[in-house]
């Protein structure tokens, strides 16, 4: 096999590559022995006919495409390693010449990774942030633990908002039980809306045992056309009523929702775990405001075939994280109110974003001599087998090389991200903005 290279515009370039006639020969025997089971002639068993005879009576087309698509598949990923340019995109293929006796040609046309001219990125402007942690926001924290560690329990008196009750009901409409509105046992929580017009305000007041009736009206914009702004009767059965019981804040708390033995060492965990997310949130804002910031003053052609690349990998994503839910394309385009069109443009976007953001910095470690160390790795190594139970050398020798790959390069987009952020400039943001400096 050789190869050639032919450099276009736009930063893509056409690859021509020539399989010797002995090796497309052979890929055509390989076609023949595939299909050899189902070709019969008169004269020969099912399976048997010769290939030479094969030739004779169909011709050497008959085998052309399913070589082609094998010498292909096989000589391509060979031709992209050793052409010595970095290839972004999948190839647009074009059989250029195919006849036996001779050598098999076909074009790759194929993105190249662009070369791009930084902008200044040494004193980039970024705003300050405060990442203190006050005494207040950590009791609300708390507070919060208190209110998901709540309990309801049964109350003798008269339901008001805030409790959850168990009714019984059946809706009418013209004197008539509508489709869907009537159960038993169902749980309620007073306030929480989740009842059209003010169907709970109107068992507020109400005791276990009583039987009372709760007429609304339903909104225009109801998902039921028959329902949909209309006046509506409920004969409602109040079962129970039960309010929520908060745990005291003490130390029997503490231990109850965490590892430490004190409401004091719980509270010092929690200021200091919010500090570290406080910081993380900074340091996220700092990092966007300096990758927008030195990605509008670089420049870069970037092809659209590795654009299009980009998408087609996002669009692969999605789908299986969404499969992983039980959620297919149409459902989430039904869910969503978008279509194919709307959001392959939306992915278009987001892969322009990435691919100029991984371009800036990897020219920024290039030029800063930024480099990925063992002892960076093993510290990669160690997060995952902390994550996953395992030992540093079994993550390693678990993980396939293109993941090594992408995790040393995630590595030294960081590194790099640092460098740029310890020669940033840090100034105070405009009033009001990002939640700083408000009144």
Same mark, same amino acid.
């Given at each position: 096999?050789?190869?050639?290279?032919?450099?276009?515009?736009?930063?893509?370039?056409?690859?021509?590559?020539?399989?010797?006639?002995?090796?497309?020969?052979?890929?055509?025997?390989?076609?023949?022995?595939?299909?050899?089971? *189902?070709?019969?002639?008169?004269?020969?068993?099912?399976?048997?006919?010769?290939?030479?005879? !094969?030739?004779?009576?169909?011709?050497?087309?008959?085998?052309?495409?399913?070589?082609?698509?094998?010498?292909?598949?096989?000589?391509?990923?060979?031709?992209?390693?050793?052409?010595?340019?970095?290839?972004?995109?999948?190839?647009?293929?074009?059989?250029?010449?195919?006849?036996?006796?001779?050598?098999?040609?076909?074009?790759?046309?194929?993105?190249?990774?662009?070369?791009?001219?930084?902008?200044?990125?040494?004193? !980039?402007?970024?705003?300050?942030?405060?990442?203190?942690?006050?005494?207040?926001?950590?009791?609300?924290?708390?507070?919060?633990?208190? *209110?998901?560690?709540?309990?309801?329990?049964?109350?003798?008196?008269?339901?008001?908002?805030?409790?959850?009750?168990?009714?019984?009901?059946?809706?009418?409409?013209?004197?008539?039980?509508?489709?869907?509105?009537?159960?038993?046992?169902?749980?309620?929580?007073?306030?929480?809306?989740?009842?059209?017009?003010? $169907?709970?305000?109107? %068992?507020?007041?109400?005791?276990?045992?009583?039987?009372?009736?709760?007429?609304?009206?339903?909104?225009?914009?109801?998902?039921?056309?028959?329902?949909?702004?209309?006046?509506?009767? $409920?004969?409602?059965?109040?079962?129970?009523?039960?309010?929520?019981?908060?745990?005291?804040?003490?130390?029997? $708390?503490?231990?109850?929702?965490?590892?430490?033995?004190?409401?004091?060492?719980?509270?010092?965990?929690?200021?200091?775990?919010?500090?570290?997310?406080?910081?993380?949130?900074?340091? %996220?804002?700092?990092?966007?405001?300096?990758?927008?910031? %030195?990605?509008?003053?670089?420049?870069?052609?970037?092809?659209?075939?590795?654009?299009?690349?980009? !998408?087609?990998?996002?669009?692969?994503?999605?789908?299986?994280?969404?499969?992983?839910?039980?959620?297919?394309?149409?459902?989430?385009?039904?869910?969503?109110?978008?279509?194919?069109?709307?959001?392959?443009?939306?992915?278009?976007?987001?892969?322009?974003?990435?691919?100029?953001?991984?371009?800036?910095?990897?020219?920024?470690?290039?030029?800063?001599?930024?480099?990925?160390?063992?002892?960076?790795?093993?510290?990669?190594?160690?997060?995952?087998?902390?994550?996953?139970?395992?030992?540093?050398?079994?993550?390693?020798?678990?993980?396939?090389?293109?993941?090594?790959?992408?995790? *040393?390069?995630?590595?030294?987009?960081?590194?790099?991200?640092?460098?740029?952020?310890?020669?940033?400039?840090?100034?105070?943001?405009?009033?009001?903005?990002?939640?700083?400096?408000?009144?």
């Amino acid at each position: 096999m050789s190869v050639a290279v032919e450099k276009l515009e736009h930063n893509m370039a056409k690859l021509t590559i020539e399989v010797p006639a002995d090796e497309f020969e052979s890929a055509m025997k390989k076609s023949y022995n595939r299909q050899k089971k *189902k070709i019969s002639l008169p004269g020969f068993r099912k399976g048997k006919v010769p290939y030479a005879m !094969v030739l004779r009576m169909y011709g050497p087309e008959v085998f052309y495409d399913d070589a082609a698509n094998y010498i292909i598949r096989e000589e391509y990923p060979k031709a992209a390693d050793e052409c010595g340019e970095v290839i972004t995109s999948v190839p647009e293929i074009d059989v250029e010449q195919i006849e036996k006796g001779s050598p098999f040609i076909f074009t790759a046309t194929v993105a190249l990774k662009p070369d791009v001219e930084v902008g200044d990125y040494i004193g !980039v402007d970024v705003y300050r942030s405060d990442d203190s942690v006050t005494d207040e926001e950590v009791e609300e924290r708390i507070r919060e633990e208190q *209110k998901n560690n709540g309990r309801l329990v049964p109350v003798e008196r008269q339901a008001k908002i805030g409790d959850t009750v168990d009714i019984d009901f059946e809706g009418y409409m013209d004197g008539e039980l509508f489709d869907g509105g009537a159960s038993e046992g169902y749980t309620l929580e007073l306030g929480s809306h989740s009842f059209v017009d003010t $169907f709970e305000d109107q %068992i507020a007041g109400h005791s276990a045992g009583d039987e009372f009736e709760v007429n609304v009206t339903f909104p225009h914009t109801y998902q039921s056309e028959d329902l949909a702004g209309k006046p509506a009767l $409920f004969k409602v059965k109040l079962n129970g009523v039960r309010e929520r019981e908060y745990p005291e804040l003490d130390d029997e $708390f503490a231990m109850d929702v965490s590892e430490y033995d004190t409401m004091d060492e719980y509270r010092k965990h929690l200021k200091e775990e919010m500090e570290e997310k406080k910081a993380e949130q900074s340091r %996220i804002r700092k990092e966007t405001q300096a990758l927008e910031y %030195i990605c509008e003053h670089s420049e870069a052609d970037i092809p659209e075939a590795m654009v299009e690349t980009q !998408v087609e990998d996002m669009f692969r994503e999605m789908q299986y994280n969404l499969a992983q839910s039980g959620i297919t394309m149409d459902m989430y385009y039904q869910y969503t109110g978008t279509t194919m069109e709307g959001l392959r443009e939306q992915c278009r976007e987001q892969a322009n974003t990435q691919i100029i953001q991984s371009l800036v910095i990897e020219k920024i470690a290039d030029k800063e001599g930024i480099e990925v160390s063992d002892e960076d790795m093993e510290e990669e190594y160690g997060k995952l087998a902390e994550t996953f139970g395992q030992t540093a050398d079994e993550i390693k020798k678990s993980l396939p090389e293109r993941e090594l790959n992408r995790m *040393k390069d995630e590595r030294r987009f960081r590194k790099a991200m640092d460098f740029v952020l310890e020669k940033a400039n840090e100034i105070d943001p405009p009033e009001g903005e990002d939640g700083e400096n408000q009144e």
